[in-house]
Nanobody, 127 residues
Framework: QVQLVESGGGLVQAGDSLILSCAAN???????????AGWFRRVPGKEREFLAA????????YYRDSWKGRFTISRDNAKNTLYLLIDNLKPEDTADYYC?????????????????WGQGTQVTVSS
């Protein structure tokens, strides 16, 4: 069982940058570094959409093409924490942001492949 807790959301202005965090508690189970981790978001009324994923060792980030350039995923395995930096925020970035972990590298946008999810953190971007 892995518990994930997102934080860092809030009300921001268009053009701002924001760092979201996802703290993982793996208990006495597998190390956080053994999981591929990813970020998704859900705009109210729409399906959850994939943003980015990163390998267990943190050396291989992967982004959905649409998000390259404004989103940066990273992780600190010593702190059991995943991050998402969002630059130049736009009102259309308003959404709930979720982190998840899975066992393998690949098929990153497949929501069902992620084993554990956090409860999400809300980001609201005002113009």
């Amino acid at each position: 069982q892995v518990q994930l807790v997102e934080s860092g959301g809030g009300l921001v202005q268009a053009g701002d940058s924001l760092i979201l965090s996802c703290a993982a508690n793996t208990g006495s189970g597998r190390a956080f570094s053994t999981y591929t981790a990813g970020w998704f978001r859900r705009v109210p009324g729409k399906e959850r959409e994939f943003l980015a994923a990163i390998s267990g060792n943190g050396k291989n980030p992967y982004y959905r093409d649409s998000w390259k350039g404004r989103f940066t995923i990273s992780r600190d395995n010593a702190k059991n924490t995943l991050y998402l930096l969002i630059d130049n925020l736009k009102p259309e970035d308003t959404a709930d942001y979720y982190c998840g972990v899975k066992n393998y590298w690949g098929r990153h946008s497949n929501f069902d492949d992620y084993l554990y999810w956090g409860q999400g953190t809300q980001v609201t971007v005002s113009s």
